[in-house]
């Protein structure tokens, strides 16, 4: 059974940082884009960023580029997602998502594309 699990939420204040990481037991890694989610209450759940399977190219969306970094360490078998400057906006359950593929563009913008989830973790940025 395929398991993406999150950590790394918490409170923050705005202007502050947070680090999530997602740990993985995908049969391979390598594999798989990778990717986060949030979603806020009362909205839909939404793409913040994404990694391809090299990690050569990401992927983010615009009201956090410039302050989120995506990465990944294929030996790890984790995928981490720095957040700085965190404003009360950022403020939602994160997801960690892995799609199947072997294509180097990062572009996966639609839940229906994305093969896995984890269970979320919370991000609170207060004002």
């Known amino acids: 059974q395929v398991q993406l699990v999150e950590s790394g939420g918490g409170l923050v204040q705005a202007g502050g940082s947070l680090r999530l990481s997602c740990a993985s037991s995908?049969?391979?890694?390598?594999?798989?884009?990778m990717g986060w989610f949030r979603q806020a209450p009362g909205k839909e759940r939404m793409f913040v960023a994404s990694?391809?399977?090299?990690?050569?190219?990401?992927d983010y969306v615009d009201s956090v580029k410039g302050r989120f970094t995506i990465s990944r360490d294929n030996a790890k078998e984790t995928v981490t997602l720095q957040m700085n400057s965190l404003e009360p906006e950022d403020t939602a359950v994160y997801y960690c998502?892995?799609?199947?593929?072997?294509?180097?563009?990062?572009?996966?913008?639609?839940?229906?594309?994305?093969?896995?989830w984890g269970q979320g973790t919370q991000v609170t940025v207060s004002s």
């Open positions: 990694i391809t399977w090299s990690g050569r190219n990401t």
């Open positions: 998502a892995a799609v199947f593929s072997d294509r180097d563009s990062p572009h996966w913008y639609r839940r229906e594309e994305w093969h896995y």
């Open positions: 995908l049969r391979t890694f390598s594999n798989y884009g």
